[in-house]
């Protein structure tokens, strides 16, 4: 296993644009965590999947922010109507259970212009 | 709820210096703790952790910690530090029901030779 991938890792945007990341985490690794981070901050928790699970989502920062994990394997992580404030990085993180840490992938890069 | 504070966000020492990183948490119960860093442009690795048993914790590339939990602190310390140490450093806690990790805003070391 080669660990947590991220596609894209770089994505370039317009304003209004809706944008889709994808993470695969770790296989087996039931827990998925979507983060966002910026300039100079650390990690920002979004939301959580337990399985296929969305356990935690009132992290996520407006309702233009949505994430899905079908079948408990990989996740989508979707921004409608893309602002820029929006740019950042997005880091994906699994874990095998939950009192265990978290395998980050390494992020997707997203710029609105 | 729980918490992170990274005391300096930078620091700045000489090659073959002591490397010290602070990092206090808040928790209400007892918590899991973990040193993470990031290269420029890339995901979290894992350094160490701590979740239960000895209180003095060695992770990769000569990194150490050590829970105290009279003081809520977990400093990260290597004895030596080494160019190649140059990078933003995370501290993160993870408590109670759901374990979501929660990070601090980072430190950067600088490394000068």
């Known amino acids: 296993d080669t660990g947590v991938s991220q596609d894209p890792r770089h994505k370039i945007t317009k304003r209004g644009q809706n944008v889709t990341f994808r993470c695969d985490p770790i296989s087996e690794h039931n827990r998925l965590y979507w983060y966002r981070q910026t300039l100079g901050q650390g990690p920002e928790f979004l939301t959580y999947?337990?399985?296929?699970?969305?356990?935690?989502k009132s992290r996520l920062l407006s309702d233009r922010f949505s994430a899905e994990r079908p079948k408990g394997s990989f996740s989508t992580l979707e921004i409608q109507r893309t602002e820029q404030g929006d740019s950042a990085m997005y880091l994906c993180a699994s874990s095998p259970i939950q009192n265990t840490e978290a395998f980050f992938g390494q992020g997707t890069r997203l710029t609105v212009v | 709820a729980q918490s992170v504070t990274q005391l300096g966000s930078h620091v700045s020492v000489s090659e073959g210096a002591l490397v010290l990183l602070r990092c206090n948490y808040s928790s209400s119960v007892p918590p899991y703790l973990f040193w993470y860093v990031q290269y420029p442009n890339q995901g979290l690795q894992l350094l160490l952790k701590?979740?239960?048993?000895?209180?003095l914790v060695k992770g990769i590339n000569g990194f150490e910690a050590e829970f105290k939990k009279s003081e809520t602190s977990f400093h990260l310390t290597k004895p030596s530090a080494h160019m190649s140490d140059a990078a933003e450093y995370f501290c993160?806690?993870?408590?109670?029901?759901?374990?979501?990790?929660?990070f601090g805003r980072g430190t950067s070391l600088i490394v000068h030779p």
């Open positions: 701590y979740t239960t048993g000895a209180t």
């Open positions: 999947f337990q399985n296929e699970a969305q356990l935690e």
């Open positions: 993160a806690v993870s408590s109670g029901g759901s374990y979501i990790p929660t």
